[in-house]
């Protein structure tokens, strides 16, 4: 038989409980205070350093002022400056043919390329003097008519009208006679001159580069012999933007160049040769859909022919070269890289130890070049470097140079 419980024993468990109460609580006060404690001394970051800026490491150039001429370079085609297509003026069949005259045969002004059987003509030259000889004998009587006309007028001893005294003198016949001379004559110089034609003969100093007969061949007033390109001169025709001509300088008159060109032929031509032209002439009409305008640039001697051109290369018609066109000079100017020019016609410039940023006037831009008339010095400092940070202001520091001192004092620290 189990006792009922005591007032002890009841006590006793209400102190249990709250003694374990109360170490809860204690537990929960100390993880407070430690967690109070932690997040209570953590140490602030310094933002020291990310209010000190750190001086930007560049480099910087100069550019260079004076007078300059702008390069315009586009690509061209070389042409002929003067081509025919040779034609025969008289029929028949050919009989001899000049060993030049060949596909890559040179010829000069008068050689006599081929020759057309002249027997026809020959004789039909021979007719026309014959009748030329009858024609003077038929005049030379007709003056003894009139004479004896003119002697039996005056022993007439009577005045006659105009139109009468014609007819005695027999004034109409002496006119056919002479008109038939003149027609005769005129008969002879063309049968000479066709017997003169059988011989065809290069019209100008000449490369031949196509032949469209052989020996006995018979050809036709007409027929096509041959082509021929002058070698004097050839043309390159290019293209250049409209806004860059009016820095191009055309020929006005006799004795006045136009810009100095040098083409080049990168493919063909070994490194350094190039040859060397001046504009010629500007084509009134712009190039299909690129409203490029059209140009060409004439060169001399363009196959090398003469002694002073031994070792330069020579032009071949057709093919696609680089035409780099010296423009008219731009005085009192500054030329810098293009590459140096920023958004917005703007440069960098190393103001002290600062970044400025500056708006530039430029007047032309070529390939390699910005000319520039306002707005920079060959006295700045122009900034080259990209920059991550670009803002009026920004710490600039040149690579090698100490921050806060010069190159010289650098160079001088280091010196034993």
């Known amino acids: 038989m189990t006792p009922a419980p005591g007032p002890f024993a009841s006590r006793g468990r209400t102190l249990g409980l709250r003694a374990t109460l109360t170490i809860c609580a204690l537990l929960a006060l100390a993880a407070a205070g430690g967690l109070w404690l932690i997040f209570g001394t953590v140490p602030e970051v310094e933002r020291e350093a990310a209010v ?7 480099e910087v150039t100069r550019a260079e002022a004076g007078d300059f001429r702008p390069v315009i370079e586009a690509m061209g085609t070389v042409l002929p400056s003067r081509e025919v297509m040779l034609s025969s ?7 001899e043919m000049a060993p030049e005259f060949g596909p890559g ?3 000069r002004r008068g050689d006599v390329l081929l020759r057309i059987d002249d027997a026809d003509y020959r004789n039909l030259l021979a007719q026309r003097e014959s009748e030329l000889a009858q024609a003077i004998t038929e005049l030379e009587i007709e003056h003894g008519r009139q004479d004896i006309a003119e002697r039996d007028y005056r022993q ?21 006679a002479d008109a038939r ?23 100008f100093d000449a490369q031949v580069l196509a032949r469209d007969v052989n020996l006995g061949s018979q050809v036709s007033t007409g027929d096509v012999l041959g082509r021929l390109v002058g070698i004097d001169t050839y043309w390159v025709e290019t293209t250049v933007p409209l806004d860059k001509l009016r820095w191009l300088q055309f020929p006005e008159g006799a004795g006045d ?5 040098t083409i080049h032929h990168r493919t063909a031509w070994g490194a350094g040769q190039t040859r060397e032209g001046r ?3 500007l084509i009134g009409e712009l190039q299909g859909d690129t409203r490029l305008a059209r140009v060409l640039v004439e060169v001399e001697d363009p196959l090398a022919q003469r002694p002073e051109a031994r070792g330069v290369p020579g032009l071949i018609i057709g093919t696609f070269v680089e035409c780099r066109i010296h423009g008219r000079e731009i005085e009192d ?12 016609d703007t440069i960098w410039l190393m103001d002290g130890d600062q970044l400025a940023i500056r708006d530039v006037e430029i007047v032309f831009q070529d390939a390699e070049y910005a000319y520039i008339r306002g707005g920079l010095s060959d006295r700045d400092a122009v900034v080259t470097t990209s920059l991550a940070t670009v803002r009026e202001g920004v710490k600039l520091r040149l690579k090698g140079r100490r921050e806060g001192g010069h190159e010289a004092a650098a160079a001088a620290e280091e010196t034993p």
Not at 52 to 58: D, I, K, N, P, S
Not at 89 to 95: E, L, S, T, Y
Not at 181 to 203: F, I, K, N
Not at 257 to 261: A, E, K, N, R
Request: charged fraction near 30%; aromatic fraction near 2%.
């Open 333 to 344: 100017a500054v030329r810098l890289p293009r590459s140096h020019i920023r958004k917005g």
């Open 52 to 58: 000190r800026e750190t001086a930007m490491l560049v």
């Open 105 to 107: 045969g040179f010829v």
């Open 279 to 281: 504009l010629f002439r």
């Open 156 to 176: 007439l001893e009577k005045e006659l009208e105009p139109d009468k005294k014609a007819l005695v003198l027999r004034e109409p016949q002496l006119r056919s």
């Open 257 to 261: 160049p136009g810009s100095p060109v």
């Open 89 to 95: 003026r008289v029929g028949g069949a050919v009989v």
């Open 181 to 203: 001379v003149q027609a005769a004559r005129s008969a002879v110089g063309q049968a000479r001159l066709d017997l003169e034609r059988t011989a065809v003969r290069a019209p």
